[in-house]
């Protein structure tokens, strides 16, 4: 898993090797890609499900708001 960087995560050390792992078995996999895509939480961090549980339930409460919902992210932080 390249271009991952401790500098833009908020993750101990272990996580990071933890990560990285997680990476590799993506790649190495023996499961057709559109597989491991349905199965994606085989290789999702242990964060990941609160971000999209969190993200539903803002988008519960503000659907009935007449109007565009945008959602604007950040993908990646630059560290000098």
């Known amino acids: 898993m390249t271009g991952f960087s401790s500098q833009t995560e908020r993750a101990s050390n272990h996580e990071i090797t933890d990560i990285r792992r997680l990476g590799e078995l993506f790649e190495q996999w023996p499961m057709p890609i559109d597989q491991q895509m349905v199965n994606i ?5 242990r964060q990941e499900p609160s ?3 969190a993200k539903y339930e803002i988008f519960n409460l503000i659907r009935d708001v007449k109007g565009g919902i945008y959602y604007f992210g950040v993908y990646t932080a630059l560290v000098s």
Request: proline share 0%; glycine share 0%; charged share 10%.
């Open 41 to 45: 939480n085989l290789f999702i961090r």
């Open 51 to 53: 971000y999209i549980i």
